[in-house]
Nanobody
Framework: QLQAYGGGLVQAGGSLRLSCTAS?????IAWFRQRPGQEREFVAGVTWSGGSKYYADSLKGRFAISRDNAKNTVYLQLNSLQPEDTAVYYCAADRIVTKTLLYNYWGQGTEVTVSS
């Protein structure tokens, strides 16, 4: 079971930190987002050990993923947010981290709204 939280309303240029808590350890975790009227897209992912991290090319440098296995929690730091980052952000878990939607477990999503 996954729980995503930390979304909210922020002004352009601001930051947010999203959290995804898993009920079980040893899973790779990825963040996806779904912008209004668009398909769900990969944002970032991290292996269960935290040793490998992956990012969507267009977001690398502004977003950062990390994990605290002691808390079974993965974080997504969102910096320099722009209105086009407005989306529902989902976390997903599986044994292997991939940029596709092929994850067995999904959280409920947390909404991020960036005002201009």
């Amino acid at each position: 079971q996954l729980q995503a939280y930390g979304g909210g309303l922020v002004q352009a240029g601001g930051s947010l930190r999203l959290s995804c808590t898993a009920s079980e350890p040893d899973y790779g975790i990825a963040w996806f987002r779904q912008r209004p009227g668009q398909e769900r897209e990969f944002v970032a992912g991290v292996t269960w050990s935290g040793g490998s991290k992956y990012y969507a090319d267009s977001l690398k440098g502004r977003f950062a993923i990390s994990r605290d296995n002691a808390k079974n929690t993965v974080y997504l730091q969102l910096n320099s947010l722009q209105p086009e980052d407005t989306a529902v952000y989902y976390c997903a878990a599986d044994r292997i981290v991939t940029k596709t939607l092929l994850y067995n477990y999904w959280g409920q999503g947390t909404e991020v709204t960036v005002s201009s």
